[in-house]
């Protein structure tokens, strides 16, 4: 197993720019989610999904929209990318609610310059 | 909905002890934790759920306390291996996500 990946783990965009991440997993699990770190900050959730076909706003999601049209992937898009959104982006996922772990992709580093 | 999370930082010499403490304004159905080292994603450690039933680490206890929506880290004989940042992550009863605090960084020393 594989576990959760991410594509790309680095990126560099110019203002105004788009793009997507790409999050995929083997585990066969319900929910997904879009997390986003700063220095200082935590984890913020930005959108998650509880199912194909699914996703729902998280704490931050403005300025980015998402999709989960197959069960094993769930993709982070960034239509017109700020340098606000320069950060580290962790996808998650986990079987479904109750006492069930999360498990992190390894990330991806973004500069938006 | 962020819980908040204390101390900010903690540094601790090989042996020590350390409690790391998480609260949160609301009626929370469970409490995650998870280390995360440098450049690294958060790695679990352990669940604690309503009523009590815990998951998780054997070297590292926790505890819940539902009437003040509290939740204590216990990190007992620190190793140089506990070192790296512990987040918390609460559910609430209608919820389907984790939100996590802004972690505790903790630094075990030789």
């Known amino acids: 197993n594989a576990g959760v990946t991410q594509t790309p783990k680095f990126r560099v965009l110019k203002t105004g720019q788009s793009m997507t991440l790409l999050c995929a997993q083997d585990?066969?699990?319900?929910?997904m989610y879009w997390y986003r770190q700063d220095p200082g900050m935590g984890l913020r959730l930005i959108h998650y999904?509880?199912?194909?076909?699914?996703?729902a706003k998280g704490e931050v999601p403005d300025g980015y929209n998402v999709s989960r049209l197959k069960k094993q992937n769930f993709l982070l898009g960034l239509e017109s990318a700020a340098p606000s959104q320069t950060s580290v982006y962790f996808c998650?996922?986990?079987?479904?609610?109750?006492?069930?772990?999360?498990?992190f992709g390894p990330g991806t580093r973004l500069t938006v310059l | 909905q962020q819980p908040v999370q204390s101390p900010q930082a903690v540094i601790l010499r090989e042996g020590e002890d350390a409690v790391i403490n998480c609260s949160s304004s609301?009626?929370?159905?469970?409490v995650h934790w998870y280390r995360q080292k440098h450049g690294e994603a958060p790695v679990f450690l352990m669940i604690l759920l309503k009523g009590g039933e815990q998951k998780g680490h054997e070297k590292i206890s926790a505890s819940f306390n539902e009437k003040k929506q509290q939740s204590s880290l216990y990190l007992t004989a620190s190793q140089l291996s506990y070192s790296g940042t512990y987040f918390c992550g609460t559910e609430l009863d209608s919820g389907y996500a984790l939100n996590f605090g802004k972690g505790t960084s903790l630094l075990v020393t030789p």
């Open positions: 585990m066969n699990h319900e929910y």
């Open positions: 998650a996922s986990r079987v479904g609610q109750t006492n069930n772990e999360q498990f």
């Open positions: 609301k009626a929370l159905y469970s």
């Open positions: 999904s509880v199912g194909e076909g699914t996703t």
